[in-house]
Structure formats: structure tokens, C-alpha cells
């Protein structure tokens, strides 16, 4: 099977329909994708795997799962993050998954395979920039981004593979330094789901099964750890908590959130959550209040900078918030995410000095993160404002095919082909986008027929069993 045709089916499995009881996002957000490769980076070293190449991905999700697909890709549910007590709880997960990437563990395409949901683009809610949104496959360059995103395969093991699993991933704990405790408490919570009716339980527990003879074989191999008995990391707890905090305040009520994070907590981690609640109460100034105290706390962080950049621009005030998106965008000059929002409000104002400045900022935007199809829509209309309709049309082909929309792909490669010199650098991208999104667009097409068809043999043998019952 050639690159392209490894990475047409790609597509088509980003482009499978799934119901919106079961359709999913995926948050994007910088500070967030820093800090969990920055926390699991060393347990993929310590299981000899290529950081770079290991994708990290956040399912708006509130039940608690994690599951890799095929390849080095690893889900995690939002509800895992709330669930887990502390950062070395959720690490203990995150050594368990691992070691289905580098065991070799084989990923089983069954209930949950190959379906994908078709999701809308989430405003970049208060700097947490919370569009959907993938990453770029670092072996053949599909880019699981936009308004698709697969999130089936789980993982089917066998005891022996979980139990291996297990074990490896307390090894990985103590390579890297981190207490294995965290693992054995975040399971025995789940372990008492098993009673429950699968249908109560939540996915984790059911791709996973947990027994107490797991848990105790686990307790003796974390016993022997030199860091056992030792607290989290101080550091990587807290930037935990933010993270946790975040997603409480973005995902919750207002009244919820405000009610777990009082304002008597003055701690970053609640000022972050109320930032979320006091946004979504459409109460600005308290947000902006609350923003100015985390910037006050950390003059430096550059993610308290593109939470109030973000606000003042939700609510219409781009002038104001363009210096602080700089500042933000000087702080972290290698964040894509942050130099995204600022060219989204560059480009917002219309104006032709700040366009011809913001063309690049997504480019290099893009560059980063290819699978950023926000960037790709940002550039696109810069591009067009400044009459270099070419980078337009080749700026939008790469949008659609990163947000898995091939149809619409195949329309804008077409046209960048013919505005470009045949054989130059931008006329071959176009030209590989054109074939890779003609195979899925094909595919996508005979799915639907067939998908079509067993509908409509579904009712006829509805029909015919109501005419004739037994």
C-alpha cells in the first residue's frame, strides 16, 4: 500500500458518520498540549519511545477512558483528567497506555472502530482556544484536525497484555521518577465499577477489565520502587490542577463551577476556573478581573496573556486585545495555538496594514501545526484580502483536507494547481492534496451507498416482519 493510499483510508476513517449522541471534540489548547507531553515525555522515553511521535489527543468527553489507536496515538477523555485525584494518578494511567504503544499490543478494529464524528468548531473560549482541531501524523502527514476526528479502536487485550501492561507501566513510573502509587489508587477507584451494569460503567473499565489479583500483583511491583510512599511532584501537580481547573470551569455550569472554586480560594488554579464560569455568565468584567489577578500573579506566563486577549476579543474589544496577544505571542514564540488567536484578531480588523502583518504569523502558524485548520481559514482570508488568490486557493484546499472535508479539497487543490506553475513546490502539494482527497472522497461516497442501502434493507425487513409476524 502506497503513502497516499495509507493516507486516503486515513481519511475515510475520519470521515465515517457517527451519531451526535456519540459524536466527540477534540480541546485544543496550548498550555494544556505543553504540559501533558512535558508530564509523559519521560515515560515514553523510559519506554524507548520517540517523544515527537507519540500524539496526544483530549476527548471532550465526561466519562473516564484513554485507549491509543493505531500507530503512537493515545485518547484521553476529559473525565479522566477530573477523576484523577492528583498528576501521579493520571500518570499511572498514562504509563498503563504506553505500554500498549511500545509492547506491541494489538488494537482491535470491533464496536468502536473506524467511527469518527463530525464536530463543530468551538469558539477559542478564553485563550484556551478550545477549536476543534488535531495533530499532524509525523509518518504520513494526514492531519487529524477540524471538523472530523476518529476516535474508536479500542483496545481488545487479553489478561496476559493488561497484566503486562501493568507492570511494564510501573517500570516506566520509576524510570522516570514518579511514585507508582498513583496508578494502583486511580484503579482500585475504578475497580469497583465491575459490578456495575456495562451499560453504567464507564469505558475505561470496560476496555480495560480490572481484578483485585491485577491490583495486588501491581502493589508488589510498586513497593519495590525507590520513590515509593513519595508525594506528587509539587510543580507538575499544580500545573495539573490548572488543567483540571480549566476544563471544570470550560466544560461545567457557571453555578457548579463557582460553587467549587469560591472566591475565597485565591489560588491560580481557581482563578482559572472562575475566569471560565464568569465567561460563560457573559460576566466580562469579572472575568477580566480575574485575568489581570493571574497576570499579576505570573507576569511572565504567557498563557494568563492569551486568556485575556481572548476575552477582550470574544466580546468585540480587537484593538485592546492585539497588544495583549503580542505580549502573550513574545512569551511563547513557539506556541502555534497562541499565534493563531493572534492572527485571527489581526485579520478580524480588516485592516490592510494588520492583514499583511498576520500572513506571517499563520504561516508560521502552519508550519508548526498543519493539521490547524483554524490557521488555514485565517491565512486563506488574509491571503485573498491582499489579492495573492494563488496561496488563497492552495491556504483553503489545505483547510478542508485538514478538517477531513475531501469534496471540497479536491475543488480548491484544483484551482491552485491552475494558478500555480506546473512542477513548482506549491503546484505538487496542491496536486498530492488533490489525489489523497479523490481516493477519500471515493471511498467516503461508496460508504454512504452502501451505508444507504442497509438502511433501507433494514426497513423493508422491518415491513415485512410487522406483515407477517410469527
Known sequence: ????????????????????ARAQSIL???ETEAFLHEVSDPIFIAAGLNPSSVHLYLLHDNSINAFVTGGQNIFIHSGLILAADNVDEFLGVMAHETCHIACGHRVR???????AGTTSILSMVLGAAAILA?????GLGIMMAGQSVAQGQYLAYSRGQESEADLAGARYLEEAGVPGEGMIAFFEKLRDQEILAQIRQDPYVRSHPLNRTRILQLQEAVQTSPYAGQPPNPEMNEKFNRLKAKLAGYLFEPRRTLRDYPLSDSSASARYARVYAYHKALEWDAALKEADALIEMEPKNPYFYEIKGQI???NGRVDESLPIFRKAVMLAPSEPLIATALGQAMVSTEDNRLMAEAIPILEDATRQDRGN???WFNLAKAYAWVGREAEASLATAERFYSAGSPMQAVMHAQRAMQAFDEGSPEWLRAQDIMYVSEEAAEKMRKYQKQRREDQERRRFEGVVMRANPS
Do not use: C, K, N, W
Open 109 to 115: 478494529r470491533a464496536d468502536a472502530a473506524g467511527i
Open 134 to 138: 488535531g495533530g499532524a501524523d509525523a
Open 373 to 375: 485548520s483554524f490557521a
Open 28 to 30: 485544543r489548547d496550548a
Open 1 to 20: 500500500m502506497t503513502s497516499r493510499q495509507i493516507i486516503a483510508s486515513v481519511l475515510m476513517l475520519l470521515l465515517l458518520p457517527l451519531s451526535a
Open 312 to 314: 477582550l476579543f470574544e
